[in-house]
């Protein structure tokens, strides 16, 4: 039984709706804001469970036209298989109702009704006929008893062959393993004649035969072979190893030990370059300038003929597989889109974004424009350009703001120090950038002081002891080995005595299949309720971008103590000056977590850290 049906413009003017029943929760708000807004369209079902535990099941049918949206809600435990059916005949019949200037349609009520009782009537005439969906009463498909009897009797007759087949196998193998030890064969009666009358066979070639087969004896054999070939004429023997000689026959070394001395204090020029130079500004303040360089240009001689584009990129190519090309009031359809949307995709896995996640934007893409009409002197490449631009806009765009310097000041107003946790798989350069960010805070005035929670990792702690030294920032360590979760709460207390603003937590690396680490990182985070998640990843992942985010926030939801488990707040995208074009991973890791990119890691030094420029990325992905 249908829930609830409602009709409204992609601006959020509700034309018409209609409530069957009481619906728990605000699913249709939840699909704006996490399906129509982040450019989730392509997906064909939404689900949502509110807060008292109803699920809903939301399915939707857009008019891009018109810009309209129809939307029915129905609880998650039926499967209505006319709800595909009614969406498209509810769009048909209210679609030349429809004014922009009107924004009240009661009277679309009877016509509702009488389309939902059709739709349900044609379910159930196709249920009682056992011919289940539409596409049923066209294709046969066999039922599982026949399939399984089916199998059985393959399954049958291939053990009956297989048992013949491995019966002669084991024949042959007999009399090969005859064959090959005594060197004769059946064939050759004169042989075994010769044989039988020697009464032996010829061990040299059993050693040939044993060494062939690799069984017991191979490399006996084998040496033995070595050993009795004739030695190569003319070549060289092989010098032997020469010991290092430290000093002359005198007593006298021969090289000089101060060079070799690396444990000596060095001079106070060598010092000085191991201190952070603060002058140099971080990138993160930083105005970052954006080049296109895929502009289509047109233009027109005095003769009136146009003239080559003067630069043609990716959208250019796209627009023309289309084969549409001229401009009018026309619609775009399905068949015009495909090539587009086959090319897209082939492009956007090109620049290392996720399979999964090229597939679902191209069909968000396309179900945005199937049925848009082109205006008077409307180029078809300016709509799909605006298209393809805007979505990828819209995916990267953060949906909440995250200011870490208000949040500083905020924490230090309350008297408390701000808490960053920094987490993700190992050897993606959590220490490093968590580094470049003290520094960051350090130039905007912020006191900083490091938590080492790696105690699980040789050589962590003392790496963040030399960055530390470095920066001139206070380290919160107790060795190894200890309760991650413990230390930091440690440290907590140690930062708030001593009036420290910031308090950056490193953590171990841990891969997300690893349910004892991911236990103690959600631990960690749930004992001591940090203000800000950091996952850091690296931007040469493609398909595994997805998968860490998606089980990383799975975990730490299903292993957290309690009832409200902290998630990934935002993302560290680090070695973005590796990868040139292929920023892919931006967008595959903002589309599966919802979470914003908030710092990119350029670089080797404490500058090397910006923020995330959407136009580049949105430039780089379409070049």
Not at 199 to 218: E, H, I, Q, T, V
Not at 378 to 396: K, Q
């Amino acid at each position: 039984m249908l829930d609830y049906f409602c009709i409204f413009t992609k601006s959020g003017a509700l034309l018409w709706a209609l409530s069957l029943t009481t619906v728990k929760g605000e699913p249709v708000n939840a699909l704006i804001r996490e399906c129509l807004l982040e450019e989730r369209t392509g997906d064909t079902t939404f689900s949502y469970t509110s807060p008292s535990g109803a699920a809903y099941n939301l399915k939707w049918a857009l008019n891009n036209a018109l810009g309209i949206v129809f939307v029915a809600v129905y609880q998650k435990a039926l499967k209505l298989a006319y709800v595909d059916e009614l969406l498209g005949k509810v769009n048909a019949s209210f679609s030349p109702r429809f004014q922009p200037a009107k924004f009240s349609y009661a009277d679309f009520e009877p016509t509702f009704k009488r389309l939902l009782r059709e739709s349900e009537e044609r379910a159930d005439q196709r249920a009682r006929s056992g011919a289940g969906a539409p596409g049923a009463l066209h294709h046969s498909h066999p039922t599982p008893g026949h399939a399984a009897a089916s199998q059985s009797e393959r399954t049958d007759g291939d053990e009956d062959e297989a048992d013949s087949k491995i019966r002669a196998s084991d024949m042959a193998t007999s009399q090969t393993d005859a064959t090959d030890l005594t060197g004769q064969s059946e064939e050759d009666p004169h042989t075994q004649s010769e044989g039988h009358l020697s009464n032996g066979f010829d061990a040299a070639l059993l050693s040939k035969r044993l060494a062939k087969r690799g069984g017991p004896g191979a490399k006996a054999a084998k040496r033995a072979e070595l050993r009795d070939a004739p030695k190569p004429k003319g070549k060289a023997a092989a010098k032997p190893k020469v010991a290092r000689t430290w000093n002359d026959p005198s007593g006298e070394p021969r090289v000089d030990a101060a060079a070799l001395d690396f444990t000596e204090d060095k001079p106070s020029d060598v010092e000085s370059e191991t201190v952070a130079d603060f002058s140099k500004l971080s990138l993160i303040d930083v105005a970052e300038e954006v080049v296109f360089d895929d502009v289509e240009e047109e233009a027109t001689g005095a003769s009136g003929a146009a003239k080559k584009p003067a630069a043609t990129g990716f959208l250019s190519s796209l627009v023309r597989s289309m084969g549409v090309s001229v401009a009018g009031t026309s619609s775009l359809t399905r068949e015009d889109i495909a090539s587009a949307r086959a090319a897209l995709k082939t492009k956007l896995m090109e620049r290392n974004v996720a399979e999964e996640i090229a597939e679902k934007v191209c069909e968000s893409v396309a179900a945005g424009l199937e049925g848009r009409r082109l205006g008077s002197f409307t180029r078809v490449s300016t709509v799909v350009r605006e298209a393809v631009e805007a979505a990828l806009t819209r995916i990267l765009t953060p949906k909440r703001s995250i200011d870490v310097l208000r949040g500083v000041r905020e924490a230090k107003a309350r008297g408390r120090p701000y808490t960053i946790v920094f987490v993700g798989v190992n050897g993606v350069g959590k220490s490093t950038n968590l580094a470049k960010v003290a520094y960051w805070l350090r130039q905007n005035g912020a006191s900083v002081m490091i938590a080492a929670c790696d105690t699980f990792r040789s050589g962590a702690v003392e790496q963040l002891k030399t960055h530390c030294a470095r920066l001139g920032v206070p380290l919160f360590e107790r060795g190894y080995e200890k309760d991650p979760a413990k230390v930091a709460a440690e440290a907590a207390k140690a930062a708030a005595r001593a009036g420290t603003d910031v308090l950056l937590v490193d953590t171990a690396g841990r891969m997300q299949d690893n349910e004892p680490l991911m236990r103690a990182l959600s631990n960690l985070i749930s004992l001591n309720a940090p203000d800000l998640v950091l996952f850091v990843g690296e931007a040469l992942v493609g398909n595994d971008a997805v998968d860490q985010l998606t089980k990383f926030n799975r975990r730490l939801a299903d292993l957290s103590p309690g009832p409200n488990p902290h998630l990934i707040d935002g993302i560290v995208l680090t070695k973005f000056d590796t990868i040139d074009d292929k920023v892919g991973a931006a967008l595959s890791m903002v589309y599966t977590s919802g979470a914003p990119i908030v710092f990119v890691g350029c670089g080797q030094t404490y500058v090397d850290l910006k923020r995330l420029h959407v136009k580049s990325i949105v430039a780089a992905l379409l070049k």
